[in-house]
């Protein structure tokens, strides 16, 4: 007997600051909340350049069963992001044509799936953003419940309902809603920062200087030698 | 002692029904004939967007050895797509520009080969369609025969010559020559099918409802409960 | 403690040498050497077409640690490529646009690395050509000293300081500085060599007569039937 | 600026409970919480036969560096199972005899780690029991900081300090501490009422018969043909 | 709406051949028919030493759905061995000890099963012979069906339903059943032929002189050299 | 045209230094050489506990081809261990009972292989030292030449003919032949000073008194709070 449920009405994180933090990428956010909420680097994007910021829309599903999806779109709320994954490994071709949009006629933004999407011909030129464990027109059926808008692990990062996902040509990113605003503040902080050294590394400057490094590097036991040519 | 053959004037399904197949998408004709026939999802596309219809031309090669690919070029007749499987494991590039230039002048439309390929830059240029395993500049030798237009396993799906071998952006399905047909029929109406449902979904009805799936969910264990903020 | 060396001032190869070398392809130049200084297919352009020849800036790096290449910058002379190894296997993102800002301005012209890269929505943008194992946004710290200019394995190639590293669609192979001018005739002779194919070939003649190897593949114990359709 | 923490005197799973659960395998706990809380396949034993049960002892680690198991093992308790997660992927050898020795003298009872181990001739004879992703001797430094004593992710499976954790041959399984006695109650009467079905399987009952199975198969429309030889 | 069959009473190899084949390991049996039949090196046995032959009771299932080899053992003769292959990819954990029990009852004497296998303890303590693709504890349910006793791609081998299956510590191989005798008798011949060539090889003698490879080799290319010291 | 060479006479490491270092495991003579020389951890050893130590004779093969192994035999002087690379990645059977039992007579003292091997149960009980990628009975030709006794990188690892190759159930290892000795006194050095500190870790004392982390851990950023229940 299945136990599963849909969470309904969850609680998302505040719009305009999801759609700020779209503003940046997701290097500068995943280091501007202490280099935590990457999802695994075989999540890839189907084309590129490819961004989308949303809240997370979080649905579990049985290996090769994509009923779940279905359930979901009934939750969506404009600005929300799928986040899907399978309850074990799976490639098969969960969403395609149809389905993007149906997703997209409810505002849905973009798809975040650790298994694997189809129709990805249309999808791209849909402009659809999805990020995927592979692309694979494998079907699936619809015999199997699980849960919709429950935390989830996705990628190896653990995702909340209704907090923040970032994704681009880097890959993905989740950011805790309630730490969605300072995460905000220090990617800004972190972009102006680095807005300066640009410039000066542009320039020729090195970063062994720039950051003050020489001291560190010898106190550490690195040592130069000239080469000589008799290898 | 090897015992190779190559087996000449395999029969081919009809040109006309292959190019009726190529109007639809792998994904679509994958579903049309009970969901086989998929080759493995590691078989990728060289670029994209891309699609391919024809005849299976299937060839075996050794490891490391593309000399039956030469020798299939003998075989080919307008139409084909070369199928290649290594009898095992291999990644390295037995096919590159000077074969590409050779099989199109022999009709060939384009190659599914489960191990690698090289000058994928010119392959590209040529627009020449290639699904592979990895891309690779390793360079074969010529000292090892196998069969040629014998049925063979290539990423995993049964293919016999001239079987239909359609690919596209999604991947590689085979489609048995004796089923063409019914598969292009059956295609045909799933296709005709999916129109009238795009349209309902792209005005926001739920599949929920489209696909009638609340009593079912329900009677596999699916509730509902609202969100409740202080998790 | 560690003892970890920067090698200064290293040889390289004469850079009209290693121009001349990016007149050809990763595939000629590999089999103009005797098929070796491949490196292993995982790494992958992060855009296409792409292309580049320069002298190898070899690096060691810890995992998650990509101090070493801000030590390595200031060895870059204008016509290097940097080659970045780590000494475990990582797929972090060792380098992003801050980085290739800075390389750039230091005559850089590429990166071959066997680790991760990130921003490469920006580094595309910069066609700053990069071949790396992953692409993912995870930062690296400054803690661990290794070597610089020093020989490495990198994609299970052997690389030396000063030895031309070639890349292009098709991956990454080394050339040894010593033998660069040799190879560079070799190639050009392959090339040459390869035309008078290309169009015989194109005009449909078959590789099984062009390159006489019916008698051959007849003492290896190829022969011909004719298919009968009862399968 | 790192900004990592040790959680101290975490609240464990009652002991008795712990060992109560180690009376069944992973698979049946596993069934008996729903089909949740595996952990990733990848994680395998070091030797066989092998079963631990113990209270998550949570240890983040940065890739190549085991500092925070240092600090870990101040926080174990009797009846602890270290649960190791690299920050971002590596199969470096974070813990090998030395480490052994240190945590067995308290009280930690085994080691589950999404990365490698070394000394596995010297763990094997000791019977401490691991579970890793690979085994591989290489070293690791002591230069970051990471939390300790905090939920994570591991192996894909979300982990709370104090959660129970039971691995056998055949993998790893978390049972969420407020979750143990019941999951222990429905793992006795899940053995319980397997007792009965084994005896009948052995006596050749079939499970078409056991389970009722035959009515749903034909309503999905399996059906029954006999064999004819000329394939 | 699913199109399954069962072939029932399906025509199986002479169990006198089978068990004469078991007499020689797989590597034997692959060169006698032409090195063809081998399943994918994945497949690795659960224990060591291992063995078996029987004739191929072939399963299809449905990713994470183990319902088919529920109906399967009623198809099963004694000698049988249960193929079983997921119609896309998947590891979890089909079979345990209930259905091992089960299997046993009706004379089955093995598994090959490209995916997932659990109790392994117990299964290795019954010396029931396994070689699976991964070990894994995660159920599966009971909702799609699928083709038993039809021909099927397991580990990228093509098995017909009574074909011979042999198993040891170097993996799976399938003998065609119209090709079991002949190569039951070429395996013997080839085995009897090793005899001598084991002890001459043991005294010494080398396979250089054994074979008569010496003019070949020169013919290819190869050459003798002194060690110089200073490389 | 291939051309390969077969260098005769290499010069050993004294074989009383290679015995000296078979004392220790494959991790304490990794660490006592700064952290170099390991082989990739898909090199896996055929049985457990396993050890040896020996003289590198290098061998290269072509993708499917074991002739060169058959060359190397010629070579071998007692105390040498074979490692083995392909020269593009394969997972194919290179080497069986037969070969084993050839080396073993010419005081060969076991295998080192970056491709796979076969008949595991009889080396397995010839007790014949093995570590490879894979195991696979898939037969190979002898058809293309390629140099024995040059430096290779196997598993990623650079080895020079006549360097210290040890392998225990951790991997592999190589020592550079000129530093044999030295690393030799640092792995007897190393172990005498872990002695003491087994001893006082057995005791109880923490690692993090033993080595003095705690005021570096608090430079670094890591702070302790107590556990508060409600989470």
Redesign the interface.
Known sequence: ???????????RTDISVVDALAEF???TV??AQ???G?F??RL?PIY??IKVAGNALTVEV????N?MI??A??QAKPGDVLVVTP???????YF????A??V???GVRGLVIDA?V?????L?EMRFPVWSR??????T?????ANV?V?I?CG???V??GDVVLA????V?VVPREQAESVLERSAAREAN?TD??ER????E???DL?S?REK?AQ????????V?D?
């Not at 395609?96 to 389905?99: D, K, R, S, T």
């Not at 592979?134 to 079907?139: C, I, K, M, R, T």
């Not at 590394?201 to 020729?204: D, H, I, S, T, V």
């Not at 550490?220 to 080469?227: E, I």
Request: glycine share 12%; with cysteine; aromatic share 6%.
């Open positions: 007997m299945s136990m599963a449920v849909v969470v309904r009405n969850v609680a990428g997701v290097a995943h280091e202490g280099r935590t990457l695994a680097s890839r590129r350049p049985a290996p090769g069963d009923w279905h359930v779109v009934e309850t074990s490994p799976c490639e098969d071709g395609g044509e149809l389905l949009t149906s997209v006629a409810h694997g189809r129709d990805v011909a249309a791209t592979s692309v694979f027109a494998q079907g059926v619809k015999e199997s419940v808008q935390p692990v190896g990062a653990y909340r309902p681009d040509d880097d890959g990113v680095e050294k640009r590394l542009a320039k020729g090195l970063g062994l950051y490094m590097l550490r036991g690195l040592s130069y030698v000239d080469f040519e290898r």
